[in-house]
Every structure is written in C-alpha cells, then in structure tokens.
C-alpha cells in the first residue's frame, strides 16, 4: 500500500496516545485525573500498550521497505523486538498501577472481595479479558525468546507467533473498548478514543507485507537475520522454510517471490 497507507497506520497510533492523555488528565467530562495517582495511569498505560506501541510494533515488519532502518529483515526485527518489549514493559506498569489502586479496597477481576459482590457486567468483562491479555501477550514474550534461540539455529517454532500477536492486539482492543464504554467520558471524548483504537490495530492489520523479492535484494542471502522475541510477525514470514546457505551453509529465511 506504500507509504501514505503506513503514515495513516503510525499516525493513528501517535493520536491516540495523546487523546488518552488529555481524556484522563484534561480538565473534561469524566477527566481531571491527578497526574500522581496509581488509578490515573493505568488506561494510559494500557492504551499505549495495546492498540499503540503493538500496533506500531507490527507496523515494523509490514511497512514500506523504503522507510529508513526497514530494508531488510534483520533490521525489522530489531526495531520489532524494542517496540513490542516496551509494550509490554507499558502493560506490566498498567496492571501494576490498578493493582495498586484497588488494593486497599480489595477489588480484583470485577469482584468486591470486601463486600462479597460483582461489579456491573461490562466492568467484569473488561477485568477478565483485560487479565487474558496479559497472560497472552506474558506467553508471547516467552516463545518469542525460544523462537529467537531455535531460529539463530535453524529450526522453526512456534510458527502460530503471528496468528497469537493478533490475538493478543485484538484481546487489548476488546478491554479497551469496553473501558470507553463505562468510563464516564463525553460522547465525543469516546468516539475519539474507541475510533482512534480500532483505527491503530486494524491498519496494521490491512497492511499487506512489503514486496519479498524487494526485500531480498535488499537483504543478501549471506546475511545474519536475528528473529524477533515479542511481539506479532506476519504469519507470511512464519511460513517461509529455512534453507541453508549455498556459500556458507548457515540457515537463512528463504524469501517467497
């Protein structure tokens, strides 16, 4: 889709980022946050986790292969493998944060622990899918570590890693947008948000792999590709088989023209 289709897809991501801010911080309907309390970064942290940083993340692998740093793979993989740690370095500070929060009145997975009752249906929801993405995307980190290790190695595993990051993407989008809908926001506030959301995962969802055969002459066949650890690669990368190098016998990923 080339360029115009990836500066959409980031800057979608980068607005949304700034609007949560200014939802939870700004002195608007449903805002007003301190910026010192533990509640008040936990849906900033989230949003920037889920439909942000791992949307960009992913963007990494399907961007147009004229960007500067994205000429090859190894070099996606790099850029992949530090936007999605911090996403998940973001997540784990989110959770922290409403950890922290509802401590002191013990309420945890939509339940009062204190006074023995649930919390409205959609504020459960939230808890329990918001709790699966975090296991998911804890589970993605790991594998994504062994498919580093098994990759520079020649084998191939974990080969649902891409097919997982969209789970884990569209999980985050789900508890988020459930979190848009109770949060005592203006209707503008919340079109702004879901719609900036959906538009940061879906765009890196559409966005189709760059050209491989441009990809591969940009990448020569004796070069070391490092495999990513967190995140969601394509599943197009995921299928391509790894052969060995007819000069030096090192296992590479064979481009699919």
Not at 89 to 101: D, E, T
Not at 148 to 156: D, E, K, T, V
Request: hydrophobic share 45%; with cysteine; aromatic share 10%.
């Amino acid at each position: 889709m080339g360029k115009p289709a990836d500066v959409a897809a980031l800057s979608a991501s980068a607005a949304l980022a700034i609007a949560i801010a200014a939802a939870i911080f700004g002195h608007g309907q449903g805002g007003g946050l301190p910026v010192s309390g533990w509640f008040s970064w936990h849906p900033v942290l989230m949003t920037m986790a889920f439909p942000g940083l791992m949307s960009i993340g992913r963007l990494s692998y399907v961007a147009d292969s004229s960007w500067p740093g994205l000429e090859s793979k190894e070099n996606r993989r790099k850029i992949h493998r530090i936007i999605m740690s911090l996403s998940v370095l973001a997540m784990l500070g989110g959770y922290l944060c409403i950890f922290k929060a509802h401590w002191p009145a013990q309420k945890f997975f939509g339940y009062d622990f204190k006074k023995g009752e649930w919390a409205a249906f959609a504020r459960v929801a939230h808890a329990w899918i918001g709790y699966a993405a975090i296991a998911l995307s804890l589970y993605q980190a790991g594998t994504g570590m062994a498919k580093m290790s098994a990759l520079s190695q020649g084998q191939r595993v974990f080969t649902n890693h891409g097919t997982v990051g969209k789970c884990i993407m569209g999980t985050g989008l789900a508890a988020v947008l459930l979190a848009t809908y109770f949060w005592a926001w203006s209707t503008s506030t919340k079109v702004a948000v879901a719609g900036l959301s959906v538009a940061a995962v879906s765009s890196s969802f559409l966005l189709s792999t760059p050209d491989s055969k441009d990809l591969r002459e940009r990448n020569p066949p004796d070069t070391q590709i490092q495999p990513s650890v967190v995140g969601s690669s394509t599943e197009e990368e995921e299928r391509q088989p790894i052969i060995p190098s007819a000069e030096e016998g090192q296992p590479i990923m064979q481009s699919v023209a």
